[in-house]
């Protein structure tokens, strides 16, 4: 009997650390604390509001309501409309210039975000 109370107690506290490593947050979340997040892997959903690339490398602007962020991938440009959960590490655009040559970050997305905050891309789903 004490060891299925254990067990049950291990599985609860790793369900628990599962869902905690997963963190899911607002897109004003990130923006309004960018210090908590920055290099930190988050997850954030919205709906793909623009996007500029080619050779499916690019950014697209995800948007929750009021507010948005842009997002790098490699993994190919969403479709304009279309509702994501997007995952990926906050990353300054100056360290983006890092993992591209500063050529390929269109001028529209250097005016809008500024030395703002971009989401590094690993993972996304459709809604």
């Not at 979340?29 to 690019?58: C, F, H, N, Q, W």
């Not at 948005?68 to 440009?77: C, H, N, P």
Request: glycine share 12%; net charge positive.
């Amino acid at each position: 009997m004490k060891r299925v109370v254990f067990g049950m107690k291990l599985v609860a506290v790793v369900m628990a650390g599962l869902v905690v490593g997963c963190a899911s947050t607002t897109i004003n979340g990130v923006m309004a604390d960018p210090g908590r997040y920055r290099d930190k892997e988050v997850t954030v959903a919205g709906e793909v509001e623009e996007s500029l690339g080619i050779l499916g490398r690019g950014f697209f602007k995800l948007r929750d309501g009021q507010d948005a962020l842009w997002v790098y991938t490699s993994r190919g440009l969403p479709r304009n409309g279309s509702r994501l959960n997007t995952r990926g590490r906050v990353r300054d655009l100056a360290s983006i210039d890092q993992l591209t040559s500063k050529e390929s970050v269109p001028e529209v997305v250097r005016q809008a975000v500024g030395n703002g905050l971009v989401l590094v891309e690993t993972d996304r789903k459709a809604q």
